[in-house]
């Protein structure tokens, strides 16, 4: 069954960094990809960025191109989600997902529970 347990969210100023993790477990071949979502109060889900499985590429959200880095350490069973120079826009619920879809920014499957992102001005 799979399983998405983010961590390492918290408080940080503006124009700091901080580094998300996501430990994957029962990750099965009919997954294309896995990414990172987010969710600001009042606002829609958003896709971050995604590591796609199916087309061996990443990808960004426009918002987030060039501050924020995707990567896989497929030997810990775990994606990370390295920010930095954040803003106070990025505070958010950041959500690890999986889809069995194509468009991995645009659509999940399954998530995990989410870390929150604070970013001080």
């Known amino acids: 069954q799979l399983r998405l347990v983010e961590s390492g969210g918290g408080l940080v100023q503006s124009g700091g960094s901080l580094r998300l993790s996501c430990v994957v477990s029962?990750?099965?071949?009919?997954?294309?990809?896995i990414g990172w979502f987010r969710q600001a109060p009042g606002k829609e889900e958003e896709g971050v960025s995604c590591i796609s499985y199916k087309y061996g590429n990443t990808n960004y959200a426009n918002s987030v191109k060039g501050r924020f880095t995707v990567s896989a350490d497929n030997a810990k069973n775990t994606m990370y989600l390295e920010m930095t120079n954040l803003r106070p826009e990025d505070t958010a619920i950041y959500y690890c997902?999986?889809?069995?879809?194509?468009?991995?920014?645009?659509?999940?499957?399954?998530r995990g529970q989410g870390t929150q992102v604070t970013v001080s001005s």
């Open positions: 997902t999986a889809t069995l879809m194509d468009n991995c920014l645009y659509v999940y499957d399954r």
């Open positions: 029962g990750l099965t071949r009919e997954y294309s990809a």
